[in-house]
């Protein structure tokens, strides 16, 4: 396996006051795999999300990716662990305001040992004709897409998605989800999607329901179908 949860629990607050999120999460997923995790809003799925990128920490359970125990990393170890292994995608695109389309991708470079070819990239995402310009000449979409090059030119072995489409319209919501099915597919990173969209189940390797912190369903997706066909 590459990605192990054992046990994961999370509370927050304290007292009469404490509220349990996560309450005992298994998961394991393979190299490649892309998962999307289902949820209503509280149930847990973006607390689960931050926990496997290191940004928050568990209270109890472990995480092991590659076969290497997150719990074992100090806090320089866990720094470098994120920025060469771990990708973000958030609803919010956090573009650096003054540097270019390209800058801001080549900014994700410098942070990898095995960076892909920022050319290459531009191509993937569309952006090439847009590469000089400004985040704020961007449209939202273009700004998302943006931030999926930064994310991805790494060459992450899992990239985390938090709600990517969800400042966008439909059409570039579909435009979005195409890009990260092919970075999926092209370049063989883990992909965990974290989405209240039911329709977006239909286009990963395995899905991942949540309910009041504890996993409701985990199954493969056996009539898995491309993200352009999606529809909702």
């Not at 990898?112 to 939202?140: A, M």
Request: hydrophobic fraction near 35%.
């Amino acid at each position: 396996m590459f990605l192990e949860l054992k046990q994961i629990k999370k509370s927050f607050g304290s007292g009469q006051s404490r509220v349990q999120v996560l309450k005992g999460i298994d998961l394991t997923l393979e190299k490649g795999e892309f998962c999307v995790m289902l949820g209503p809003s509280g149930s847990g799925k973006s607390t689960l999300l931050n926990i496997i990128g290191g940004i928050d920490q568990a209270d109890e359970g472990e995480i092991l990716i590659g076969g290497d125990r997150m719990a074992d990393m100090n806090e320089k170890q866990l720094t470098l662990y994120r920025r060469r292994h771990l990708g973000y995608i958030f609803q919010m695109y956090n573009l650096i305001p003054n540097l270019t389309v390209r800058e801001n991708i080549e900014v994700g470079a410098y942070l990898g040992t095995d960076p892909l070819p920022v050319e290459e990239l531009l191509d993937t995402l569309g952006l090439t004709e847009h590469q000089n310009k400004l985040p704020n000449q961007l449209s939202g979409g273009q700004q998302q897409r943006t931030a999926i090059g930064r994310a991805i030119v790494k060459n992450p072995d899992i990239l985390l998605c938090d709600e990517p489409t969800g400042a966008l319209d439909y059409n570039t919501s579909k435009e979005i989800l195409k890009l990260i099915e092919t970075v999926n597919q092209k370049y063989g990173n883990t992909v965990i999607l974290v989405t209240h969209n039911d329709a977006l189940k239909d286009m990963a390797t395995r899905v991942v329901k949540l309910r009041d912190g504890g996993i409701r369903k985990n199954y493969l997706n056996e009539t898995r179908i491309l993200a352009q066909d999606l529809d909702w």
